[in-house]
């Protein structure tokens, strides 16, 4: 009797060729869906998050895994964040913020002492950017056309040498008038008006208060600086005038 060959079991599954073929194609499909995500990202959250690693505050307060071989010669953690500057206020900012602080105080000394005295009504205080104002009319030190100082007016100079005497500030006293012009043998224009009277206030305050002269400059400006239109006698009493310039601490007396 014949004997039956024994059949010949089919293995089941894909060819190797096609698992190789489809662990490709799925890298490629997950490569195309990364491409997709990265287009799809929020700028604004990634440069935060970006920003976040660029910032040493992170490594200021979190300990490293390493062990360090000289423990000794590290501060503590906390010490690291207190002496970091990251925390502070950025240089300018806080320059700007000092400044600010020095200009408000010197202003409430100003107003503070103007109230005291009794000056308001003849001597007018405005903050600026160089630092603090004070105005003083024409009519108040000057006669027209002169720059010797008036009898009446040098109580209100006396008053001034106070405040800046209290006050360790640079000075600038500035000369204006109005535009008419004047022409004589002392003053052949409004320029040489304006830097007399200026002078005139200058040399009055160092002498009376035995100032160091190097905390002050002078300028004449003329007509080229006036506070209001010069077309009424009333606007043009208002340019005629001396004005004392406190500068911030930072600033030099030439500016």
Known sequence: MRRREARKSKKN?????????SDMVTLILVFFILLFSFSQI???KFEAVSESFRNRMIFDFYPSPVPMENPTENT????AGKNSNEFDVP???ADVMDEEDSLNNLMNNVEKFLNENGLNDVVSADRTERGIVLVLQERILFDSGEAQILQSG???????GALLTKIPNHVKVEGHTDNRPISNYRYPSNWELSGARAGSVIRYLINKNDFDESRFSVAGYGDTRPLVANDSPKNWSKNRRVEIVILEEDAQVDE
Do not use: C, I, R
């Open 13 to 21: 599954g894909a060819p190797k060729w096609m698992v190789t073929y």
């Open 91 to 93: 240089a300018q900012e």
């Open 42 to 44: 929020d700028l604004v």
């Open 76 to 79: 503590s953690h906390e010490e």
């Open 154 to 160: 040098k109580p209100f100079l006396n008053e001034m």
